[in-house]
């Protein structure tokens, strides 16, 4: 099955994207020597700064107005990642969130709390649509306003609940502050974390504390969203949905392929996607593929727990920041010297503080700091504290660079 589709997905996207003839003729590759799995090595790469350089729209495959709707994720610079589905494309990816549901336990007769953001990101609309898939009761109540969330939680009786995992690690403290018992209280069976790095240690602690089953899930925008890949009940790897995506894993100096229980960064290959069809795209996540069959019997093959990311994105309370966008911002405001540090810190959510040089008319300025905050957010969609210090007072190193990123959260 997975070969068909690859024959077939192969020739579409080089018939329909110019993006891809040009890379496959620029590499001497022709669309018909890929025949079986064992040629997948000879398609060339796929990398975030192609969407970057293609932005909008560029690698689109349909025309226009075939598109059902739009999602952006946060890019390198100020500009984010846009990605696109057809009609086809959000019934592919509503199966795949119901089955990504439904591997977990979840069915009809659940409430489904969905704590992910609604919007432009893909976590919200992509669990909705799960939820709707598999004919559960689904309560949107989106991201933060922690009160309402427990209130309704409670009240409701939700079962299920999708978030990030620092939110729910959040909850069981923010829960019993609330006087809740978050074991006897509340009804849930079954929670589904992901969009950033956690850990067996959060997972303990989300577990013990409401008495739900934690499992981990792994998306991104660019491969429709959530639902890539799920721990099942064994919780002992994340299947990754193989007759929707091809993984592989390759060294991320050399581009090497590399065997399956290797570590490596995951590479992807969409099988169906009509709109945007990727072909070996690179996701600068550091993982291992994983071929035995699972105890839980599915022949997906599994991911293990993301390691990291090969890149300096930094995960922020589940929204991706990329160092480079707040230098850029930075940049562009007159009156600041060029030496900035980003401080990412964890008291019960993650914080993110810059610090910048500023020579002394701009400390003098009391506006400043909210004008750089404000133009922070408008690229980031998160709030950073902000702080101006004084000329050469941030510490260099010995070839004169400045740390930029100090990340204080505990790594487990
Ligand atoms: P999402 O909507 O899934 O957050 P983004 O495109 O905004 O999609 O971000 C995708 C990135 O989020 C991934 O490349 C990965 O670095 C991170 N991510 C998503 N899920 C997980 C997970 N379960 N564990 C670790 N990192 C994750
Ligand atoms: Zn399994």
């Known amino acids: 099955m997975q070969e068909i589709k690859l024959r077939k997905i192969v020739g579409y996207a080089y018939r329909n994207v110019p993006f891809y003839r040009k890379r496959f003729d620029d590499a001497g590759t022709k669309p018909e020597s890929i025949k079986s799995l064992d040629d997948l090595s000879k398609i060339p790469f796929t990398v975030k700064t192609d969407l970057r350089d293609n932005y909008p729209l560029g690698i689109l495959a349909v025309p226009p107005n075939r598109l059902y709707c739009l999602h952006a994720s946060s890019g390198t610079t100020g500009k984010p990642i846009v990605v696109a589905y057809t009609r086809g494309d959000l019934e592919r990816w509503s199966k795949l969130m119901g089955r990504t549901l439904d591997i977990t336990g979840a069915k009809k007769g659940d409430i489904v709390q969905n704590m992910y953001g609604y919007g432009l990101f893909t976590g919200g609309l992509g ?75 959060s997972r303990k602690r989300i577990q013990d504390g409401f008495g739900l089953r934690a499992h981990d899930v792994y998306g991104m925008s660019e491969l429709y969203g959530p639902g890539v890949g799920i721990e099942c009940e064994r919780q002992n790897g994340l299947h990754i949905w193989g007759d929707e995506f091809l993984v592989e894993t390759i060294n991320p100096d050399t581009g090497e392929v590399l065997e399956p229980g290797k570590e490596g960064e995951l590479v992807f290959t969409m099988l169906s996607r009509e709109a945007m069809p990727f072909l070996r795209y690179r996701s600068r996540d550091l993982s291992i593929v994983y071929e035995e069959e699972c105890a839980c019997g599915r022949c997906h093959s599994r991911i293990a727990r993301i390691k990291g990311r090969s890149d300096d994105m930094l995960i922020v309370g589940g929204v991706n920041v990329f160092p480079s966008q707040i230098e850029h911002v930075l940049m562009n405001i007159p009156g600041l010297g060029d030496q900035y540090q980003i401080i990412v810190s964890h008291k019960e959510l993650d914080r993110l503080a810059v610090k910048v040089e500023a020579p002394p008319e701009s400390l003098r300025d009391p506006n400043m700091p909210k004008r750089i905050q404000e133009d922070l957010f408008a690229v980031l969609s998160i709030r950073a504290d902000v702080e101006l210090v004084e000329l050469g007072t941030i510490p260099r190193s010995e070839v004169g660079k400045a740390r930029r990123v100090i990340d204080l959260r505990p790594k487990d």
Do not use: C
């Open 127 to 201: 669990f909705h649509y799960g939820a709707r898939a598999i004919g559960a009761t689904i309560l949107p109540t989106s991201v933060g306003n922690t009160k309402r969330q427990l209130m309704l939680m409670k009240d409701l009786r939700s079962t299920v609940v999708t978030s990030t995992p620092s939110y729910m690690v959040y909850l069981v403290e923010a829960s019993r502050a609330e006087g809740y018992d978050p074991r006897t209280d509340f009804a849930l069976r079954i929670g589904i974390f992901g969009a950033e790095p956690w850990s067996e240690e």
